[in-house]
């Protein structure tokens, strides 16, 4: 018989870990919890934040052995300069960790293309400005 107390305390802070190399360097990740994937969400969600998506993502699942994220706030403006050749597999990890697939991961990409916000006629109109 399923014992909910059990899962819970089983799985409770224990995402996977895995150490990858980009460029030589060893770089620690850790799956998201479900409310760190669910805040990566509204994150991404936000139009002013969305440029930032993938860096936070790599903010939330490069951690020490105890859990803490190695990237700070004020960090992500120099980690979204970074080549995409060093980011990319790191994020890539990180949502592999996280339960997410490759079909959930390119939907979370699709999904992360700007949303209308009706702040602005091209917003309004996705046609709008391609007259021809």
Not at 70 to 99: C, Y
Request: charged residues 25%.
């Amino acid at each position: 018989m399923f014992d909910a107390q059990k899962f819970l305390s089983t799985h409770r802070n224990n995402a996977p870990r895995e150490t990858i190399v980009v460029r030589d360097e060893e770089i620690p990740c850790q799956g998201l919890s479900q409310l760190q994937f669910e805040q990566w969400g509204d994150y991404k969600a936000v139009k002013a934040n969305r440029d930032y998506a993938t860096v936070k993502l790599l903010q939330l699942g490069v951690v020490d052995e105890n859990g803490k994220p190695q990237f700070s706030d004020s960090q992500l403006t120099q980690l979204i300069e970074l080549p995409a050749a060093i980011v990319e597999p790191i994020a890539r990890k990180i949502l592999e960790l996280s339960g997410v697939g490759a079909e959930v991961e390119k939907a979370l990409v699709k999904n992360s293309e700007p949303i209308p916000t009706g702040d602005s006629e091209s917003d309004s109109d996705p046609g709008a400005g391609n007259e021809s």
